[in-house]
């Protein structure tokens, strides 16, 4: 990311290592992309995970412009503020926002009048408690549907068997390479669970 003279570029920054931020920090990292953590208060077996996997962090508040300049936040192409501290995630937004205007902002909150006066400005609020309801709500009935809200795009994912005689090409049309082509399509071929012997979707 660097050639050890100028700051790091083409990655997102993730601020906070607690809970969604670990969660958000590995799930960038099986996709390929390049992160840089920033906490000021992280748990040390954290850091040393998130370490293995290569990705640096800059210890500092995400509230302080120098913390962010050092995770290079010149050539960032996105922050993440996931802070503990619904506060502190606000400052931290603030700071980025006011830096740089044209950067992506997303944000966890869990007031969702704050949420929304911060949509406002144009930064992705998260309601993860909305995002997870409708998972725990499958769990109990068991439909095999999974209804999403991402940032104000509506999707639908549907769990189904298919019959070991069917090919993929039949049953899913075009969906079938998207679904199974892992070196091209990464973290969303890894998603896929092989329960049934390989089927040709020629």
């Excluded at 607690?18 to 996709?31: F, H, K, N, P, S």
């Excluded at 549907?145 to 049309?173: C, E, I, M, N, W």
Aim: glycine share 8%; proline share 5%.
């Amino acid at each position: 990311m660097t050639d050890g003279r100028t700051s790091p570029r083409g990655h997102i920054i993730v601020c906070g290592l607690d809970d969604v931020g670990l969660r958000t920090v590995e799930q960038l990292y099986l996709a390929g992309v390049r992160v840089v953590v920033v906490e000021d208060d992280a748990d040390a077996r954290l850091v040393r995970v998130v370490r293995g996997w290569g990705v640096p962090v800059v210890v500092g508040s995400p509230r302080l412009i120098e913390t962010m300049d050092e995770a290079g936040l010149a050539g960032a192409l996105a922050v993440v503020c996931v802070l503990a501290d619904d506060l502190h995630t606000i400052e931290a937004a603030l700071l980025t926002r006011e830096q740089r205007p044209d950067i992506r902002v997303v944000v966890q909150l869990r007031n969702p009048a704050v949420g929304r006066a911060l949509s406002a400005l144009s930064i992705a609020v998260l309601d993860v408690a909305g995002l997870s309801a409708p998972s725990l709500v499958e769990s109990c009935l068991r439909t095999g549907t999974y209804r999403l809200d991402l940032d104000g795009h509506p999707f639908l994912a549907k769990q189904v068997v298919a019959d070991v005689s069917s090919r993929l090409r039949s049953r899913y049309g075009s969906l079938a390479r998207y679904l199974f082509d892992r070196p091209r399509w990464g973290l969303l071929g890894r998603s896929v669970r092989y329960d049934l012997p390989p089927l040709s979707y020629a």
